[in-house]
């Protein structure tokens, strides 16, 4: 009895244990699993937040490689060479070789001269300048012996040569008219007065000339107002801005119906040049602050207008070539039939949208333009596209080439005679063939590498652009008279932008448009081989004939250059007469 008591009391004392620590271990292994759990939660979450950075990162590196990409376009815009300039003139004076460089003979010496880029141009010819002769003797006159005291005799004059000489003078005029009293008994006025000097702004005490010289240094030289009034108080002349900014508004109201017949002028042209850029108005009527506007210029084949507006919108470019604000379409030519206008223009979508809706509207894009894309791609990346530029920029040389000998073959074309009809149509065809391959090589190319994979993001985007400007780009085909880019356009804003840099801007939208006025004069002058100061100083002269007022009819027909008598042609295109320094 005793021993199964033992045994019975030892037993349920070991399940007890058992079980005890069985239920340890299960607590244990549970929360090992919730541990591992957790930490499996944190592992995901680790993961996912090492996901998120490495994805920031890769965003930043893209970034960061974009910013690097665009300072070195920036730095190369602002310090690098450009790759568009003209090739060098020839020096003054070089014989047939000194266009293309090289070494001419000089006969006077028997020596070879160095000619072209890099060399010494030579004394130019000034003889068509006024000259004016300076005596220089001694204090007294004549020189006497410094020993005896008795004096030299006369040895003749020794000339040590002609110096260029620059003199500024603001003088004041006085005019002094004769009058004459009647001698007879005819029935005719008793006294009479010589007319005085044509005056276009009545009650201003400037001349013509002092304004033609404004107006040029204002608006053609780029100065601003403050430069000129320091520059005329540095000659002796306090003169305030007020009194230049009113004498420009008055010109400039003068010029308003010439530059109203070049517009009306350049409206009807086949083909404009066409560019915009923004401009300053620090007086807007609403108030406000400084306004950007917006300066355009349409460049025809005689004509250069400028416009200058608030907007930058498709009403500017519908307004001055004739498009129905409403249709979209061109306005019907003055004989009543269907127009046709071809215009060249960077690819702004202004022109592109224009181009789209009008019938009979073309579209030329400029090559320059894509060509910059290329160029800033390779300064983007040049360690992976320099040659890949350079190879781009070749096929672009190319065809430039081949535009140039295909205008020069249309010319050729368009003048030859009729002996000369078959040699000249069969230049222009092989010309059109030479265009055509080069053009197929560009096309054929940017398809290719469009598919490439690995192609540098820069290089991705200028083919992007060509493929989405091609069919503007490849339009040059037919118009062979025209260039393949807009620079003309560029280069004639290039004066307002560095008036703009140097003044600012405009005081108010009245001074904004009277300077389109001046600019659309002047440079279409100029497009004439015309002086400016010369051609300026003519107009206001015959307005001040005309008492004042600006010109009309048949007064004004003769400003234009393309109805200019050519005997007026050849005498504006002379420097302004220089009156001799006693008056």
């Known amino acids: 009895m005793c021993c199964v008591a033992v045994a019975a009391g030892v037993v349920p004392d070991a399940e007890a244990s058992s079980g005890d620590a069985l239920a340890v271990a299960l607590d244990t292994n549970r929360e090992l699993s919730e541990l591992a759990q957790r930490q499996r939660a944190e592992i995901a979450g680790l993961r996912e937040q090492v996901a998120r950075l490495l994805e920031r990162d890769a965003e930043r590196d893209a970034e960061l490689e974009e910013l690097r990409a665009g300072f070195a376009v920036l730095q190369r815009m602002l310090f690098g060479r450009s790759s568009e300039k003209s090739p060098p003139e020839p020096p003054a004076g070089g014989g047939d070789d000194a266009a293309g460089g090289g070494r001419t003979r000089d006969r006077a010496n028997g020596k070879d001269v160095k000619r072209g880029p890099g060399a010494r141009a030579g004394r130019r010819d000034y003889s068509h300048l006024p000259r004016f002769e300076v005596f220089w003797d001694f204090p007294g006159g004549g020189y006497c012996c410094p020993g005896c005291g008795e004096p030299f005799t006369p040895l003749g004059d020794h000339w040590s040569g ?275 391959s080069a053009l197929t090589v560009i096309d054929q190319t940017r398809k290719k590498q469009a598919q490439a994979p690995g192609l540098a993001e820069p290089a991705k985007k200028a083919l992007a652009t060509l493929d989405r400007e091609w069919d503007g780009l490849a339009a040059h085909r037919g118009y062979p008279m025209v260039s393949l880019d807009n620079n003309v356009a560029e280069r004639a804003i290039r004066g307002p932008v560095v008036t703009r840099k140097n003044a600012r801007g405009s005081h108010n939208g009245d001074t904004a448009r009277t300077a389109a006025v001046i600019w659309t004069v002047t440079a279409t002058a100029r497009m004439a081989g015309l002086n400016e100061l010369t051609y300026l100083t003519a107009c206001l002269d015959e307005c001040g004939r005309n008492g004042g007022k600006p010109l009309s009819g048949q007064a004004l027909e003769r400003f234009l250059p393309w109805n200019a008598s050519p005997d007026d042609l050849r005498t504006w295109a002379q420097p302004r007469a220089q009156p001799p320094p006693d008056g």
């Not at 506007?293 to 084949?301: C, Q, T």
């Not at 190319?398 to 003048?415: F, M, V």
């Open 162 to 436: 002609e110096q260029l000489d620059w003199q500024v003078t603001v003088r004041l005029v006085a005019h002094c008219r004769r009058r004459y009293r009647r001698a007879c008994s005819c029935r005719v006025p008793a006294t009479v007065m010589a007319p005085g000097p044509p005056k276009a702004v009545g009650k201003g005490r400037v001349s013509n000339g002092f304004i033609a010289v404004l107006l040029t240094e204002r608006y053609v030289a780029g100065r601003s107002q403050n430069s000129l009034v320091t520059g005329l108080a540095r000659q002796g002349a306090e003169i305030s801005p007020a009194t230049l900014a009113g004498t420009c508004a008055q010109a400039g109201a003068l010029l308003v119906p010439l530059a109203d017949a070049i517009t009306a002028r350049s409206r009807d042209s086949w083909h404009l040049h066409a560019d915009e850029t923004t401009w300053r108005v620090f007086a807007p009527r609403d108030g406000g602050g400084p306004a950007k506007w917006w300066l355009w210029v349409f460049i025809g084949p005689d004509t250069v207008c400028f416009v200058m507006d608030p907007t930058r919108s498709g009403a500017v470019l519908a307004r001055h070539v004739g498009i129905d604000e409403k249709t979209g379409q061109l306005t019907d030519a003055a004989g009543g039939g269907p127009r046709r206008l071809v215009i060249s223009s960077d690819f702004y979508t202004v022109y592109e949208s224009a181009g789209k809706k009008a019938d009979g509207l073309v579209n030329l894009y400029c090559w320059a333009h894509i060509r910059r894309y290329f160029v800033r791609a390779g300064d983007a990346n040049p360690a992976q596209l320099k040659y890949w530029t350079q190879a781009w920029l070749d096929r672009i040389r190319d065809l430039y080439a081949a535009h140039d000998e295909l205008t020069a073959a249309w010319q050729e074309a368009a003048a030859a005679a009729a002996q000369h009809e078959a040699a000249a149509a069969a230049r222009l065809e092989k010309a059109g063939r030479a265009w055509d």
